[in-house]
């Protein structure tokens, strides 16, 4: 059955405090993985999409990689602002999006 | 530069009523996927539209839900009769591309409360 797992479920920071965030995935047939912010009360705000294994892409201070079971997404130097749910979503061989339960991340001031 | 919109953002409804969630996707995009939330659960896709045209209700229950995208105005997603477990927040996203294939873009929701 095909399956996305996020962890940690959520996640506490000091700012300025690296960490990266898991997306482990169980699919037929990758066909891309994307990885959304969603604030509370908001629907989910796109930020990547990865298509192959070994593949990075860069936003501020959010980096996204993928390999062929898993993604991280590091955030490097956090601030508060950084604070959200982070959605992982994987398209499989059959044409279907599946969502991860999400990283609740929290950025200390 | 719209986003995709949704109306309304907050819906009550009382058991047995009808429900009626409405969708406009962004400029260009002809591409509706919606969406169920519920509260500690990861987004559960429902169904997948383009004009005219339901490409994938695999995600939808058999009975009392409905969608459509017709030639002219918004997406609907219709709810007859509805149940307190229908309570949660649905989401609608629209992309360019055709299939699911393409990154989609998300309206801001309409938290449906059954009473």
């Known amino acids: 059955e095909d399956q996305v797992t996020q962890s940690p479920e959520a996640l506490r920071l000091q700012e300025g405090e690296s960490s990266s965030l898991n997306c482990s995935y169980t699919?037929?047939?990758?066909?891309?993985l994307f990885w959304y912010r969603q604030d509370p009360g908001k629907g989910p705000e796109f930020l990547f999409t990865?298509?192959?294994a070994g593949e990075e892409k860069e936003k501020e201070r959010l980096k996204a990689t993928l390999t062929k079971k898993e993604s991280f997404l590091h955030i490097t130097a956090p601030k508060p602002e950084d604070s959200a749910t982070y959605l992982c979503?994987?398209?499989?061989?059959?044409?279907?999006?599946?969502f991860g339960k999400g990283t609740r991340l929290h950025i200390l001031p | 530069n719209a986003g995709v919109m949704q109306n309304p953002r907050h819906l009550v409804r009382r058991r047995g009523q009808e429900a009626r969630l409405r969708c406009s996707p962004m400029?260009?995009?002809?591409?509706v996927y919606w969406y169920r939330q519920l509260p500690e659960e990861g987004l559960k896709f429902m169904v997948y539209?383009?004009?005219?045209?339901?490409?994938?209700e695999s995600g939808m229950p058999k009975e009392r839900f409905s969608a459509e995208f017709p030639k002219e105005g918004p997406s609907i997603l219709r709810i007859q009769q509805v149940v307190r477990g229908d309570s949660a927040a649905y989401f609608c996203?629209?992309?360019?591309?055709?299939?699911?294939?393409?990154?989609?873009?998300f309206g801001p929701g309409t938290r449906l409360t059954v009473t």
């Open positions: 400029k260009g995009h002809s591409h």
């Open positions: 990865l298509y192959s």
């Open positions: 979503a994987v398209n499989s061989g059959d044409d279907k999006i599946i």
């Open positions: 996203a629209s992309s360019r591309e055709e299939g699911t294939f393409y990154e989609q873009y």
């Open positions: 699919v037929s047939g990758l066909r891309g």
């Open positions: 539209l383009q004009k005219e045209n339901i490409i994938d």
